[in-house]
């Protein structure tokens, strides 16, 4: 087989193009939580897909039924229409993830994307109360599109918007100043004090984890108190969960461990189980106020990713599959805290929860220089933060503990590498 002329992606498509800068080879094939490249090379996955890929490459039972879901001449693309596949989702969404929970929520399928669901949640928050502002918090990352752009922090992608994003006040995350301020209490000034300048809003929105904005962990009290004050203020309480949901952090959705009832619940990425987009916009069933096509997408229909997302699910029948997980991130974070301390030079501190890890370097240019050394060593891993100086650990939650181990130590040989450190130092 002849191989690929990198020449058509560097003349070819546009200059945006960015993952495979990090990553200059072009992969052929991939399966659980490893990848090859079109040498031949292989690569340990701890990217998975940005969290898109949380059950890992190509799951055979989620293969087969989609194979199968094919052969059979089954509907493709639905928009909205009533389908079997749709059915046995909700149904299964139901019985496996919301009712074990206790959460009573409906369902809405906006266009497959994370920004397409965040929009919906914006929009409906707005429509319910009749408010216009929605709170958002330093770091937030939410979508591309003008409105989740809006209650994006990050200033670089911000810019790219090309017109004021108005309508959004952003209020300090927890531990954004320092860890002894709890800065709610800024938050709740604001809310309560008249001169403030800050109307009530329509909704707050935020990650309990945020991904791209460097791995941020919100304190469980931190988001206990944020509910309270939502539900004083009569402000609706949006959790995006895209990329910090569906097992990342641990359990199904983020916001469990801190026994949170969002109003609103955004979901994308893994909620599809094979990598297909899919997007849900979940809410309690008393603000479901929209009008039939009211806001709608033309891919929201997609079958594929209903047969998949439903042999997904069956992972989380049964407390072994989150059990599991929970072992595996508590593998990977005494690894991390134990490279903190072998390696001071790194000046680094441990970042987030679950699955989802990472170490923030003092020096922002240490993260990158660590994933590019891992890269070469086989593992793809990347980088998060405004200045990139979180290297972040997104492994499948799937991947088998000699996998995981495997790339701990690639890890390590990158931080080796990184600080210019030649012999392994002895624990």
Known sequence: MNKTDMKIFEEKESEVRSYCRSFPAVFTKAKGSTMWDEDGNEYIDFFAGAGALNYGHNDEKMKQALVDYIMSDGITHSL???????????????????????????????????????????KLARKVTGRTDIISFTNGFHGMTIGSLSVTGNAFKRK??????????????DNFLTDELDTLDYLEQFLTEGGSGVDIPAAVILETVQGEGGINAAR??????????????DILMIIDDVQAGIGRTGTFFSF?????????????????????????????????????????????????????????????????FQDSIQRKAELVHHFLTAIVEKYPDLKGTVKGRGLMKG???????????????????????ETAGFDDE??????????????LKAGLEIIEESVRAALGIKEPILN
């Not at 993260?367 to 891993?381: D, N, P, Q, Y």
């Open 220 to 233: 469980t009290e931190w988001l206990q108190r944020l509910e309270r004050l939502c539900k004083e203020h």
């Open 80 to 122: 909205d229409m009533a389908t079997s596949p749709k059915a046995t989702f909700l149904t299964a969404f139901n019985q496996i993830i919301l009712e074990p929970r206790g959460l009573n929520y409906k369902v809405m399928f906006p266009g497959p994307t994370g920004t397409n669901t965040v929009e919906a949640a914006l």
């Open 359 to 381: 170490i923030r370097c003092e020096d922002c240019s240490l993260a990158g220089s660590v994933a590019a050394e891992a890269f070469k060593r086989g593992l793809i891993m």
């Open 256 to 320: 469990e461990e801190a026994g949170l009832t969002p109003d609103i619940v955004c979901l994308s990425k893994s909620i599809g189980g094979y990598g297909l987009p899919l997007a849900l916009t979940l809410f309690k069933p008393e603000l479901d106020i929209w009008e039939p096509g009211e806001h709608n997408g033309t891919f929201r229909g997609n079958n594929h990713a209903f047969v998949t997302a439903t042999v997904a699910l069956e992972n989380w029948k049964t407390p072994d």
């Open 390 to 403: 979180v290297f972040k650990l997104f492994p499948a939650v799937t991947i088998p503990e000699e996998t």
């Open 160 to 173: 790219g918007a090309g017109i004021p994003l108005t309508n959004v006040v952003t209020m300090p995350y």
